[in-house]
């Protein structure tokens, strides 16, 4: 905790002669955090619903994200089939409720993942490979065997069996055969030829649970040409009759003839929802898109959406399984419009092993045809479809084989996920450069192994989102679960379990408030950040690589480069960047000011040891720097253009442009002037920067780290101390300020902050213990007002000994009987067998008399906790401490001379998962993925995950708990 303590004022700063009026930013359903809603079977009802969505709205949720997903054995008989006049009454009854309980709701355009996919799409709209047949011929001869190609049977099913035990299942949400309708081992279909065709003809889809399928086919020829030694030509394909019978016969020399076919990738809608299966669109064809949202335009004709904000992509995942989706019809005629030539003339150099520099260029058109695609046909239509009925849309670029920075930049809402920082950045500087107010975050994705994630764990994520620049939290996630059901009801497999029945459910408001209250900072204003640094694709995708296709997610296939390097040398010492793509710079002018995006102002671009560069990228960077920008070029500049089409053209006009740069100068830096502005190269990325008047934000040098948006007159900062130890010092600003307000969106304490002058640089003295954070609000002209009070330990901590009453609140299996302990410890250790397997709350009561001596305030330290606990002084709240550091200050003015203390503590789900594990009761019941473990250790015999080697997990308050006086 903090040391500090301040009378809670109201609170944005505005200035009445000096006196700072301090405000909070308002608060509204976008600042609260939301949730993904899973719907499993879109087995709801509308008696659930309602008690689901009060529970959420009532822990300060904003709005929810509906997925369907698979469903939950038992249940098969209320299963509602995907978008079915059945399944849109209890939509648009969510959507009626969530307008009552002032929430938002968002949808994803599908069911499972990847986006796209279902009863609709059949071989015409599902998405595609090739494959290809190469003859040598010499002179004189032909091919006597037919031109085909047989696609082979592929099965990729998970047909997960809960359990083979003989009971039945007598109601629902318990396991049996009677309703079991999922498949054994020995009854799994394994062989292709069993299954029927198309696939969304087959019965019992949910419990095929069917990942991808190839059937057994002769596949479409798309093209056959013949290469000669001499680099000839000729295409053949017209002489191919229909039963593959080529009529030709080889000129003079050797030829090489290459047969290319147009395949079934077989992806299919993963993880789908009853009435969804069936297989993934053909990203790359508008055509395939928009067959597939005529389901949506069905389905919603006449219905009321009007709360509902918009639709979400989740990930491409696509290609995360066998093979990958690279081809779509009509893909010679979009190379040839974009890339000015025919790659059917090229097809040895696209597709050859052993690559050099012309098979390398030809690979990278390729490649940036199908980013094209992908952005063109798939992704700005699909905005532009849910643009038409009045909708926003929310996107996961990444993950796929395009410029992830365009497609997350033609959204509404762009969102990441995952842990680092730098993953964060691609979706969040799209944000930033295009002046888009929202990014968004799938946030506490599966933390840690099920059931030992806690709300502490969480806010250290979240934290982390918040540095990255998110600002729009969606946790991962809830699952709707009937009233009615058994403990722990329906969980998603792969999450920290959001659900109300989590015994931390008590205190999850406690975090919400502080997401809200972050948020309501982060999405007001304007980022305010220095450097835009150049995201290098083409240098990614002129690169052989595994694969015909890249599929870019944050730094993946970075690791090694420049890019790399400096991105993480600025992150570490506080410079701060956004990435920006070829298209986004385009849009950059520059001023007197700087350099001026649709989303902000920013003093130099970075090129990080790029070695291509379009021409057009070339052409603005020389544009920009003639009118004044100055550009930094990290360690080599660029060497050529990309590609293969028109290239002795571009290379030319791209070396006309750099003869003209004279780099001249000794030592670390070179310079080049290039009319108002300059190119300056170095290898020294820090130097680099000074040289462009950039500076890192000093408090990186203490161990903090920051966010910062520019406001009017002045800034917010986020601060965070992610370090082991806590922080208590005169922290120098990188913005030039007079003075501040600090906010501790934890408590919801404010005040204007204890500053000074140092070296022309306002510091702000900062006190932030291990995982607590902070927003300051700067201001250019001198505050005055009720000061931010920070406090020191004074003395000497007393415990706070004696018997403490133990009663257990809520929670199960059953209630331990109340007990009184003389030494705390884990509740698992009283005599009463049920603390062993009890997850819920319990309150523990004491007391103490009034420490000797005069204090202004005192530091009550509760010691360790397992998880977080609500802190009660002589009936007045404290707090609700979620952790690591357990304190909380208390004003000596609450202080009687005997006082009661009651500390209430909620722990996890862990001790009775334990318990019904070992019992054998059957909780896991879920069709598709059947509960996987994330590590391998906690894997079965069965190869689900299990607990029943787990040992009770410590709980409740461990302490000790001290009591100091402060100064």
């Not at 000729?234 to 147009?262: C, R």
């Not at 964060?424 to 059931?451: D, R």
Request: a neutral charge.
């Amino acid at each position: 905790m903090i040391k500090r303590l301040i009378c809670t004022i109201a609170c944005s700063a505005a200035l009445i002669n000096g006196e700072a009026q301090i405000k909070w930013p308002a608060v509204n359903t976008v600042t609260k955090p939301w949730a993904r809603w899973w719907w499993p079977g879109s087995a709801v009802n509308n008696r659930s619903l309602t008690a689901n969505m009060q529970q959420y709205a009532q822990a300060g949720l904003g709005g929810l994200e509906i997925t369907p997903i698979y469903g939950v054995a038992g249940y098969e008989s209320e299963f509602i089939n995907y978008l079915s006049p059945e399944w849109m009454q209890v939509f648009t009854y969510t959507l009626a409720e969530a307008k009552r309980l002032n929430l938002q709701i968002d949808i994803a355009t599908g069911s499972g993942w990847p986006f796209g996919g279902g009863p609709l799409i059949g071989d015409a709209e599902a998405c595609k490979d090739f494959e290809y047949k190469t003859w040598i011929v010499k002179e004189g001869k032909g091919i006597k065997d037919p031109i085909v190609f047989e696609q082979q049977p592929y099965l990729d099913a998970i047909g997960n069996t809960l359990s083979d035990k003989k009971e039945l299942y007598p109601t629902k949400g318990t396991v049996g055969a009677a309703t079991l309708t999922m498949l054994k081992e020995s009854e799994r279909v394994k062989d292709v030829k069993k299954l029927a065709e198309p696939v969304y003809a087959n019965k019992n889809l949910q419990a095929l649970a069917i990942n991808q399928l190839k059937y057994k086919k002769n596949l479409p020829l798309q093209v056959v040409m013949a290469y000669s030694e001499k680099g000839e030509t000729i295409d053949l394909t017209s002489q191919v009759n229909a039963k593959g019978e080529l009529n030709w016969k080889a000129p003079a020399g050797t030829w090489t003839v290459y047969a290319l076919f147009m395949g079934w990738h077989g992806k299919m809608v993963e993880r789908a929802a009853p009435g969804a299966e069936g297989n993934a669109i053909d990203h790359f064809s508008e055509a395939a898109l928009n067959k597939y949202l005529s389901r949506f335009d069905t389905a919603f004709s006449g219905a009321d959406l009007g709360q509902l904000r918009g639709f979400f992509n989740d990930s491409y995942e696509v290609d995360d399984a066998h093979g990958q989706s690279n081809y779509t019809p009509g893909f010679f005629a979009e190379f040839k419009r974009r890339r000015g030539y025919d790659l059917k003339l090229f097809l040895p150099q696209l597709l050859q092993k052993e690559r050099n520099e012309t098979s390398l260029r030809v690979l990278y058109d390729y490649r940036q045809t199908i980013a094209d695609l992908l952005l063109e046909k798939f992704t700005i239509p699909w905005h532009n479809w849910a643009q038409a009925k009045g909708k926003i849309v929310r996107n996961q670029s990444h993950g796929s084989p395009a410029n992830i920075l365009d497609c997350y930049g033609v959204v509404d809402i762009p969102e990441t996920e995952g842990s680092e920082l730098l993953r964060f950045k691609f979706a969040v500087s799209a944000a930033h450069i295009l002046n888009k107010p929202l990014a968004s975050a799938e946030a506490a994705t599966w933390l840690n192994e099920h059931f030992k994630t806690n709300l502490g764990d969480v806010k250290t994520a979240v934290d982390k989102y918040f540095l990255g620049g998110v600002n729009h939290v969606v946790y991962h996630g809830i699952c709707y679960s009937p009233i009615n059901d058994i403990w722990p009801g329906w969980l998603f497999y792969a999450a920290v379990h959001f659900q109300p029945i989590h015994p931390f459910w008590k205190d999850f408001g406690t975090l919400n408030t502080y997401v809200t209250r972050c948020q309501s900072f982060l999405q007001s204003g304007k980022p305010d950040n220095d450097v835009l640094l150049y995201f290098p694709f083409s240098d990614h995708n002129s690169e052989a690589g595994r694969d015909l296709l890249n599929h870019y997610d944050g730094m993946k296939g970075f690791e090694n480069t420049d890019f790399n390097k400096v991105a993480e040398d600025m992150l570490a010492k506080g410079y701060a960047f956004d990435l920006i793509s070829d298209n986004q710079l385009q849009k950059v002018y520059a001023t007197s000011f700087g350099l001026q995006t649709p989303g902000g102002t920013y003093r130099t671009i970075v090129l990080a040891n790029t070695k291509y560069l379009p021409l057009p990228t070339l052409q603005k960077l020389a544009d920009l720097a003639k009118n004044g920008a100055t550009i930094l070029v990290y360690n080599n500049f660029p060497t050529g253009v990309p590609g293969y089409g028109q290239l002795a053209e571009r290379q030319q006009q791209f070396t006309n442009i750099t003869a003209a740069l004279k780099f001249a100068g000794d030592g670390a830096l070179q310079k080049a002037t290039n009319g108002k502005g300059a190119f300056i190269k170095g290898n020294d990325i820090s130097v680099l920067l000074q040289a462009a008047n950039v500076l890192p934000e000093p408090m990186y040098a203490k161990g903090l780290q920051c966010i910062r948006r520019s406001i009017s007159g002045g800034n917010y900062y986020f601060i965070s101390n992610a370090t082991k130890e806590a922080v208590a010092d005169w922290v120098p600003l990188g913005r030039k300020a007079a003075s501040a307000i600090e906010f501790d969106p934890m408590q919801g304490l404010s005040g204007v902050a204890n500053t000074r002058m140092k070296n022309n640089k306002l510091e702000v003295y900062v006190h932030l213990e291990p995982g607590e954070s902070c927003v300051l609000q700067t201001s250019n002209t001198k505050l005055t007002g009720k000061p931010f009070t920070n406090y020191a330990i004074a003395g000497k901590g007393t415990e706070i000994k004696g018997n403490w009453r133990l009663f257990f609140m809520m929670g199960g299996p059953d209630l331990p009987k109340p007990t009184t302990v003389s030494k705390l410890g884990s509740w698992t250790e009283i005599p009463d067998a049920l603390g062993k397997v009890f997850s819920g709350s319990a309150q523990y009561s004491i007391e103490f008399p009034k420490p000797a001596g005069a204090a202004p305030a005192y530091e009550l330290d509760l010691g360790k906790v397992a998880w977080s606990a609500e802190v009660i002084l002589n009936g007045k709240t404290l707090g609700t401490l979620l952790g690591p550091i357990y304190k909380v200050n208390v004003p000596a003015s609450l202080l009687k001379p005997e006082n009661e203390l009651m500390i209430r503590v909620s722990n996890g789900m862990t001790n009775r998962i334990i318990a019904l594990e070992k019992e054998g009761t059957p909780w896991k019941k879920f069709y598709n993925v059947n509960f996987p473990a994330r590590q391998a250790e906690n894997r079965g015999a069965d190869g689900l995950f299990t607990a029943a080697n787990w040992q009770p997990e410590a709980s409740g308050l461990l302490g000790p708990v001290t009591i100091a006086p402060l100064k």
